[in-house]
């Protein structure tokens, strides 16, 4: 509920509520004289809908009520004589005699049509002594508007600050994620792989295959001594990538070993060795695609009897 209030010093017109007269007991400071009076004894009641003192006053002047003037005329005559004056001293007296005696059973018929009561009478409390009396002290109005005012400013601009580096620190960490998982997002999502190599090229960074040899099957493999060369064998194998995504080519560990199986010699063939093209590597083994080795070796150690494969990255 609002209300207007006056200051009773300077006349000055303030809007108060429900909150701020009860936090103080009516008690408040006027922010234009800075007189300290009671709110509650200069308290009139308006809507909500007005929010100020200058609305209330505007109000007043377009509620004008124009109120009928009622004008009664009273001709009284002054007698001259003392002979008029003893009758109509008479006649008051019998016509106060003649009028009936009012109970309280009947009502009172006047042509007032609206009664003021009297204002209740004041009952007087004997306070009794107390060692500590807490006394509220006044309240200026005008600076309790304006601290809200200023506190709802401080507030709006602080949540904007912090919802501005909560944004700035969301998309730091998503450029971080995206640059150390920048390879499995690539295998994930294949439409996005041209993006992140752009984005690598002023970053120095590369977008690297997958590389899972849990995927990766050795085939048929063979290796034989070469017709028409001395001292010449003839390598042959196969591997295939099992997975839905391109993957790395593997680096191939071929051990030739001895009539006991004991390693006599160690070869690793990269897979600039046993590719042809330079854009296969880089491109990698696609999915579920069968990449054919061939390779030929000099061994001069006539003790080599058989081999074993390892792959690796």
Same mark, same amino acid.
Do not use: W
């Given at each position: 509920? /609002?209300?207007?209030?006056?200051?009773?010093?300077?006349?000055? $017109?303030?809007? #108060?509520?429900?909150?701020?007269?009860?936090?103080?007991?009516?008690?408040?400071?006027?922010?234009?004289?800075?007189?300290?009076?009671?709110? =509650?004894?200069?308290? %009139?009641? &308006?809507?909500?809908?007005?929010?100020?003192?200058?609305?209330?006053?505007?109000?007043?002047?377009?509620?004008?009520?124009? &109120?009928?003037?009622?004008?009664?005329?009273? @001709?009284?005559?002054?007698?001259?004589?003392?002979?008029?004056?003893? #009758?109509?001293?008479?006649?008051?007296?019998?016509?106060?005699?003649?009028?009936?005696?009012?109970?309280?059973?009947?009502?009172?018929?006047?042509?007032?049509?609206?009664?003021?009561?009297?204002?209740?009478?004041?009952?007087? %409390?004997?306070?009794?002594?107390?060692? $500590?009396?807490?006394?509220?002290?006044?309240? /200026?109005?005008?600076?309790?508007?304006?601290?809200?005012?200023? @506190?709802?400013?401080?507030?709006?601009?602080?949540?904007?600050?912090?919802?501005?580096?909560?944004?700035?620190?969301?998309?730091?960490?998503?450029?971080?994620?995206?640059?150390?998982?920048?390879?499995?997002?690539?295998?994930?999502?294949?439409?996005?792989?041209?993006?992140?190599?752009?984005?690598?090229?002023?970053? *120095?960074? *590369?977008?690297?295959?997958? *590389?899972?040899?849990?995927?990766?099957?050795?085939?048929?493999?063979?290796?034989? @001594?070469?017709?028409? !060369?001395?001292? &010449?064998?003839?390598?042959?194998?196969?591997?295939? /990538?099992?997975?839905?995504?391109?993957?790395? !080519?593997?680096?191939?560990?071929?051990? #030739?070993?001895?009539?006991?199986?004991?390693?006599?010699? *160690? =070869?690793?063939?990269?897979?600039?060795?046993?590719?042809?093209?330079?854009?296969?590597?880089?491109?990698?083994?696609?999915?579920? @695609?069968?990449?054919?080795?061939?390779?030929?070796?000099?061994?001069?150690?006539?003790? &080599?009897?058989?081999?074993?494969?390892?792959?690796?990255?």
């Amino acid at each position: 509920m /609002n209300y207007i209030t006056a200051c009773p010093n300077c006349d000055t $017109q303030f809007l #108060l509520n429900d909150e701020l007269i009860k936090a103080y007991r009516g008690k408040v400071q006027c922010g234009n004289c800075e007189h300290v009076f009671n709110a =509650k004894n200069r308290l %009139t009641e &308006v809507p909500d809908e007005i929010t100020s003192a200058d609305e209330y006053q505007a109000s007043l002047e377009d509620a004008i009520v124009e &109120v009928p003037e009622q004008t009664t005329i009273i @001709e009284s005559s002054i007698a001259s004589d003392d002979s008029q004056d003893t #009758l109509d001293k008479t006649a008051q007296i019998e016509s106060i005699q003649a009028e009936p005696v009012e109970t309280e059973s009947s009502p009172k018929q006047t042509d007032v049509d609206y009664f003021i009561s009297p204002p209740a009478p004041e009952v007087e %409390t004997i306070s009794q002594p107390t060692s $500590q009396v807490d006394t509220p002290e006044p309240v /200026n109005i005008d600076a309790i508007f304006s601290n809200k005012s200023r @506190e709802k400013k401080k507030t709006s601009k602080h949540s904007f600050f912090i919802s501005f580096i909560n944004f700035l620190l969301f998309m730091a960490a998503v450029l971080l994620c995206a640059y150390f998982l920048r390879s499995e997002i690539a295998r994930q999502f294949p439409p996005i792989k041209p993006l992140l190599e752009r984005a690598c090229v002023p970053l *120095k960074c *590369k977008i690297e295959l997958a *590389k899972n040899l849990d995927l990766i099957t050795i085939g048929d493999s063979d290796m034989q @001594e070469d017709d028409t !060369y001395q001292s &010449v064998i003839k390598f042959s194998s196969s591997i295939k /990538n099992n997975a839905n995504y391109p993957q790395a !080519y593997p680096s191939l560990e071929l051990t #030739l070993t001895d009539n006991d199986d004991r390693p006599v010699i *160690k =070869k690793l063939i990269t897979p600039k060795l046993y590719l042809v093209s330079k854009e296969k590597i880089k491109h990698g083994l696609d999915s579920n @695609e069968t990449a054919t080795i061939k390779l030929l070796f000099h061994v001069d150690d006539p003790s &080599v009897a058989s081999y074993r494969i390892l792959l690796l990255y």
